[in-house]
T-cell receptor, first 109, second 112 residues
Framework: GQSLEQPSEVTAVEGAIVQINCTYQTSGFYGLSWYQQHDGGAPTFLSYNGLDGLEETGRFSSFLSRSDSYGYLLLQELQMKDSASYFCAVHAAGNKLTFGGGTRVLVKP | DAGVTQSPTHLIKTRGQQVTLRCSPKSGHDTVSWYQQALGQGPQFIFQYYEEEERQRGNFPDRFSGHQYPNYSSELNVNALLLGDSALYLC???????????FGPGTRLTVL
């Protein structure tokens, strides 16, 4: 089976940088993806890492180390609208995803 | 280009009833997955449809069933509803069973 660990909550101020770590244990691994979810909304796809290394998409970057079973999401130049929950998810065969419990990010002025 | 759409947005049912939720995938996507998300938790995989067949299933009882049509749209059916079935039901699509998932807005199901 799969299990993922990520911090439950992170607080930071506008303009700061936040790193959300995700460690996983899995019997089959095809990739790691990240999702943003605002209260009352649906998850929105942010980034996918199928190979080791860094993927950059605007202010958001995601990193994966398969040998360490570890990845992170980096949020730069934080804005108030970035206050949301962020989920990492492990991809198994056939693109079946197992999600972590989510990290609630609170951005303060 | 329409994204993933779901209907209805909200639904209230009583215990023992049956419910059908509907989903149309993003244009160009042929794989549809359904997830259940309880309040404060991450989404839990229910099952996945590709080429009109259930390809994978999570740890959900047989009360949860689905269907995929030739136009790739999909339905989720839940029979004999329990109070614990109250949750946000999310439909997600992806191209050819790979890559990140694109989620619909969800259906909020409340079972009384």
């Amino acid at each position: 089976g799969q299990s993922l660990e990520q911090p439950s909550e992170v607080t930071a101020v506008e303009g700061a940088i936040v790193q959300i770590n995700c460690t996983y244990q899995t019997s089959g691994f095809y990739g790691l993806s990240w999702y943003q979810q605002h209260d009352g909304g649906a998850p929105t796809f942010l980034s996918y890492n199928g190979l080791d290394g860094l993927e950059e998409t605007g202010r958001f970057s995601s990193f994966l180390s398969r040998s360490d079973s570890y990845g992170y999401l980096l949020l730069q130049e934080l804005q108030m609208k970035d206050s949301a929950s962020y989920f990492c998810a492990v991809h198994a065969a056939g693109n079946k995803l197992t999600f972590g419990g989510g990290t609630r990010v609170l951005v303060k002025p | 280009d329409a994204g993933v759409t779901q209907s209805p947005t909200h639904l209230i049912k009583t215990r023992g009833q049956q419910v059908t939720l509907r989903c149309s995938p993003k244009s160009g996507h042929d794989t549809v997955s359904w997830y259940q998300q309880a309040l404060g938790q991450g989404p839990q995989f229910i099952f996945q449809y590709y080429e009109e067949e259930e390809r994978q299933r999570g740890n959900f009882p047989d009360r949860f069933s689905g269907h995929q049509y030739p136009n790739y749209s999909s339905e989720l059916n839940v029979n004999a509803l329990l109070l614990g079935d109250s949750a946000l039901y999310l439909c997600a699509s992806s191209p050819q069973s790979r890559g990140g998932l694109f989620f619909g807005p969800g259906t909020r199901l409340t079972v009384l």
